[in-house]
């Protein structure tokens, strides 16, 4: 970025002043010059034409009152002469009123009166006609006397017959004189005027300083620009709102995360980006620092600033990659420590398995690896038989593992049944994890702790129903939990909480579906997704429940957790592997190709005493870490 210059180095500057002040100040007051100028120039120009006008009127009402009859009948009797009655007449009306002279004439042009005798008997110097054609005559014109301004009219006698004219001038000099008289006058008016103007140019010019700073135009088109390319070469939003709340300035990136165009700029915000929570924090009706919202599928985090003029600045960034990259340390974290804790219970179990061989019993010891065996494959076959989608099936078989590690039942509903024809089966992963997620927190140190998942298709309608036996959610709150940001939970080391759920809704929302918070018939808490058109078209008929096979596959709710501490381990161990490494089969799961709806031969299931012998102890499975997964 380029330096600004100092005051000194400005004032150092020859010529035109650079700054901003100077400039504005010295056109405002050349402006104002200018103005004065050509307003004492359009006020002088009709007032030399008004006072040449009244002039002249002046004298043709001289000559009108001066051709009298009586004057007419001096003028038929007599002859020229200076000491005529004519001339004594004239010469009175001269002095009374003023006029520089009255001239009486007859039809040949003849003076019978003039101010300078020696001209009586002379024709006049100017054309008499129209004023003996019986026309009023209205002129400024030079004369004997010199320029003056004439008035003439015909002299009737008692008939009315035309005997002469009359002729008056005032002398041109006066006029001027006036004209003279009235500039002094008219130029204080212009001084006091472009001493105003001047002082208000200057009043402007200091508060146009202060805003600016007092820097030179060629500074302010350099911030300008350099302004221009940083707003919008940053990585961040910036969003800039006046006091109105109307959008003054959006940078590239903005756009981009808010998903909106130029156009939006000088519109309410309200109009551009629609309702909800990231126009509430834009607005300012949430506060806070860092305050986390969701815009479409992005994860934003928003800053608001006030500006001193009553708008405001917004910072956005895009945190969908932090938060994706902080779920899957997450995950990372939860699948180490449940291997930690399975490299124990596999020691365990090998020292189990060495004892049973050095003892000889080599009958116990292979029900034991049976046990271990069959129980893993009977809960891996538990989902895979109601879930035929390989992604959704290894995550629950993972889920199922945590469920486990946390003393959590969990179950899968005896109607499930969801065939292997979703559209976006990582949009469900996303629905049934984060759901499944939260019913484990919510479930797990209570009192027969138990999830239920139910996922069953109705045509190319998805339903997912999950289910817990938490405290429940207060009826007041059940449209609250959905917002962006609101959590129970104490926010993790590296961000924040309250995303899941505002994620699950906003999935279903684009899919045209819903979910809904509700209470479970057994208490605590109940979330019900409905996905149109999340299935494709299928010619095969559909599968029924029936027609499944493993443990409860006919009876109640199948517990896929798995059963008795060698069986829990063995299928903790394995089923955690399996829901993470989603490109690997999954136990069971080969034996039921990806796209076929129908049901495939189950394998043998493990014995049923074994199973019976470990069931009340799967309350006791060691409790681990919670494993989230990518969402």
């Not at 100028?37 to 043709?60: E, K, Y």
């Not at 940083?230 to 959008?247: F, N, W």
Request: charged letters at 25%.
């Amino acid at each position: 970025m380029s330096p600004v210059p100092t005051a000194p180095a400005r004032r150092r500057r020859f010529g035109w002043p650079q700054r901003v002040f100077s400039q504005v100040l010295l056109m405002q007051l050349a402006v104002a010059t200018g103005v004065t100028a050509l307003a004492t120039g359009l006020f002088l120009a009709p007032l030399s034409d008004q006072l040449d006008d009244q002039a002249m009127r002046r004298a043709l009402a001289i000559a009108q009152t001066t051709a009298s009859p009586a004057l007419a009948d001096g003028l038929t009797a007599t002859r020229p002469d200076a000491g005529g009655a004519v001339q004594r007449e004239a010469e009175r009306i001269r002095a009374a009123t003023g006029a520089e002279y009255v001239v009486v004439m007859n039809t040949a042009g003849v003076r019978w009166s003039h101010t300078s005798p020696a001209e009586i008997g002379r024709l006049v110097s100017t054309d008499p006609s129209d004023a003996l054609a019986g026309r009023a005559v209205m002129e400024i014109d030079n004369g004997t006397l010199g320029r003056s301004a004439r008035g003439k009219v015909p002299l009737r006698d008692d008939e009315g017959r035309i005997v002469g004219a009359v002729s008056v001038g005032i002398e041109y000099d006066s006029v001027r004189a006036r004209l003279l008289e009235a500039i002094p006058g008219l130029l204080a008016y212009a001084g006091g005027a472009l001493a105003a103007g001047a002082l208000a140019a200057y009043l402007i010019s200091r508060r146009l300083q202060r805003r600016t700073h007092d820097l030179a135009f060629s500074d302010i088109s350099a911030l300008l620009a350099e302004r221009e390319a940083m707003l919008h070469g940053i990585r961040e939003g910036v969003v800039a709102l006046d006091h109105g709340g109307r959008i003054r300035l959006l940078n590239d990136e903005a756009q981009r995360l808010l998903a909106v165009g130029t156009d939006a700029v000088g519109r309410p915000l309200e109009e551009a980006t629609g309702t909800g929570r990231t126009t509430d924090v834009l607005a300012g009706r949430v506060t806070g620092e860092d305050l986390l919202t969701v815009r479409g599928s992005r994860v934003l985090v928003a800053n608001r600033m006030p500006t001193d003029d009553g708008g405001a600045v917004v910072t956005l960034r895009d945190r969908t990659e932090l938060e994706r990259l902080g779920r899957e340390l997450d995950s990372t974290r939860g699948l180490i420590d449940a291997l930690r804790a399975q490299d124990h219970e596999h020691a365990n179990r090998m020292h189990t398995l060495l004892g049973l061989l050095e003892l000889e019993m080599h009958e116990d010891a292979m029900e034991y690896v049976t046990e271990v065996v069959g129980v893993h494959r009977a809960t891996a076959e538990q989902v895979t038989e109601k879930v035929h989608d390989p992604l959704l099936a290894a995550l629950l078989v993972g889920k199922a593992t945590v469920a486990a590690e946390r003393g959590v039942s969990l179950r899968m509903a005896p109607s499930s049944l969801l065939p292997d024809r979703l559209v976006d089966p990582r949009g469900l992963v996303t629905v049934v994890g984060n759901l499944v997620d939260n019913a484990l927190d919510a479930a797990a140190g209570t009192s027969r702790a138990a999830v239920e998942v139910a996922l069953w298709a109705d045509g190319r309608t998805a339903h997912v129903r999950i289910t817990d036996s938490g405290p429940g959610v207060p009826e007041d709150r059940r449209e609250l939990v959905f917002a962006e940001g609101w959590s129970t939970k104490e926010p993790p080391a590296h961000g924040r909480r309250g995303l899941g759920l505002a994620l699950v809704r906003r999935f279903a929302e684009r899919q045209g579906g819903s979910v809904v918070a509700g209470e479970a018939a057994a208490g605590g808490a109940e979330f019900t997704v409905v996905l149109p058109e999340a299935l494709a078209e299928s010619g095969a008929a559909p599968r029924t429940a029936g027609a499944a096979h493993g443990p409860g596959s006919a009876g109640g709710a199948a517990d896929v957790t798995g059963t008795g501490p060698a069986a829990e381990a063995t299928g903790t161990g394995q089923a955690a592997r399996t829901g993470r490494a989603s490109d690997e089969p999954v136990p069971g799961a080969a034996r039921e190709p990806a796209q076929e709806p129908a049901p495939a031969p189950a394998p043998p299931a493990p014995p049923a005493p074994r199973q019976a012998e470990h069931a009340p102890q799967a309350a006791q499975a060691p409790q681990a870490p919670r494993t989230r997964r990518e969402r």
